[in-house]
C-alpha cells in the first residue's frame, strides 16, 4: 500500500506530466482559461489516460511481446487512444453537450495529447505491474488536472492583473508555466 501511494504521488507532483516533463502543453495553455474547461478537459483526459493505460499495457504484454510485435508499440497505442477518444466525445456529446461545444477541436486533441502516449509507454519502458501501471497513470492524470486547475486559477487572477505590454497574451503564460515548473522542482526530494 505505501508503495502504491508513493508511486501516486511521484506520479502527480514529483514527475509531473506539465511541470516537469512539459508534456501535454496545448491543453495546458489552450483549455486554462475557464476553470471549468479546464477541469472538463482534466477529467477527460484522465478518463482516456485511465482507460488507455488498462487496454495497453495487457495488449502490450500478452499479444504484442508473445508476437514479437514490439515495434509497432506506438501504431498500436495511438489507435487505442484514438478510439477511446472517440468513446469519450460520444458520451461527452450524449451527457453534457455544454461542455463538448466548450472543449471544441480540444476534445478530439486528447488522441494526439503526448501525454496520454507517454504514459502508457512510460508504463511499459518502466517495467510497471498492471497494478503499479493503473496508479501511475491515475497520479499523473491527477497531476495533469491538478496543473489545469493551477493554471485556470492563475489565469483568473491575471484578468485584473496589470501586464505589461511586452507580456501580454501567450508570452504571460509561458512565464507563468516556467514559474509553477520552479515551483514543482521542490517535490524532486520527497521520493526518488
Known amino acids: 500500500?505505501?508503495?502504491?501511494?508513493s508511486l501516486f504521488v511521484k506520479a502527480a507532483l514529483v514527475d509531473n506530466v506539465v511541470f516537469i516533463q512539459y508534456l501535454a502543453i496545448c491543453p495546458f495553455i489552450g483549455m486554462t482559461s475557464e476553470t471549468e474547461k479546464a477541469t472538463g478537459m482534466g477529467l477527460a483526459t484522465t478518463f482516456v489516460i485511465m482507460l488507455a493505460t488498462a487496454v495497453t499495457w495487457p495488449l502490450y504484454k500478452f499479444v504484442m511481446v508473445p508476437l514479437?510485435?514490439?515495434?509497432?508499440?506506438?501504431?498500436f497505442f495511438i489507435l487505442?487512444?484514438?478510439?477511446?477518444?472517440?468513446l469519450v466525445e460520444f458520451f461527452l456529446k450524449k451527457m453534457s453537450p455544454g461542455l463538448y461545444n466548450s472543449m471544441g477541436v480540444y476534445l478530439a486533441l486528447i488522441?494526439?495529447?503526448c501525454a496520454v502516449l507517454g504514459i502508457t509507454i512510460n508504463c511499459i519502458s518502466k517495467n510497471y505491474t498492471y497494478g503499479q501501471s493503473l496508479v501511475y497513470a491515475f497520479g499523473t492524470a491527477m497531476g495533469f488536472l491538478m496543473s489545469m486547475v493551477i493554471m485556470s486559477g492563475v489565469r483568473s487572477r491575471m484578468k485584473i492583473a496589470k501586464i505589461p505590454n511586452a507580456f501580454k497574451g501567450t508570452p504571460i503564460l509561458y512565464v507563468i508555466a516556467g514559474i509553477l515548473s520552479l515551483a514543482f522542482l521542490g517535490f524532486k526530494g520527497i521520493i526518488k
Open 111 to 113: 488522441t494526439t495529447n
Open 80 to 86: 487505442v487512444i484514438a478510439s477511446l477518444v472517440q
Open 68 to 75: 514479437g510485435l514490439e515495434f509497432l508499440q506506438t501504431l
Open 1 to 5: 500500500m505505501l508503495d502504491a501511494l
